[in-house]
């Protein structure tokens, strides 16, 4: 009896697998990163600027605020949407 069992080698497929995981993982990171310097951009826009948009420059500091993994346009998208219900 053995204490360590051998695994077998991975497949191609795995591994392409796993490289085009990796390749969706580094899109979304770059497109995160990029709406994040869209949002910072956003929050040098003046006050009636962004109340065009329906949002207020709370929601955008608040936004710039969230974990550096989750996208800012995604939460002030919703909260411009939620304005818009609210009118």
């Given amino acids: 009896m053995t204490l360590a069992s051998k695994t077998p080698a991975p497949s191609v497929e795995t ?9 969706v993982a580094l899109r979304a990171i770059v497109r995160t990163m990029r709406n994040r310097r869209a949002a910072y951009r956003m929050s040098e826009l003046p006050d009636y600027l962004l109340n065009d948009i329906g949002l207020k420059r709370d929601d955008v500091h608040e936004a ?20 818009r219900r609210s009118l």
């Avoid at 591994?15 to 995981?21: G, M, P």
């Avoid at 993994?69 to 939460?75: G, K, N």
């Fill in 15 to 23: 591994l392409a697998q796993s490289i085009r995981i990796g390749f």
């Fill in 64 to 83: 710039l605020h969230a974990d550096w993994r989750e996208d800012p346009t995604y939460r002030l998208a919703v909260r411009a949407s939620e304005r």
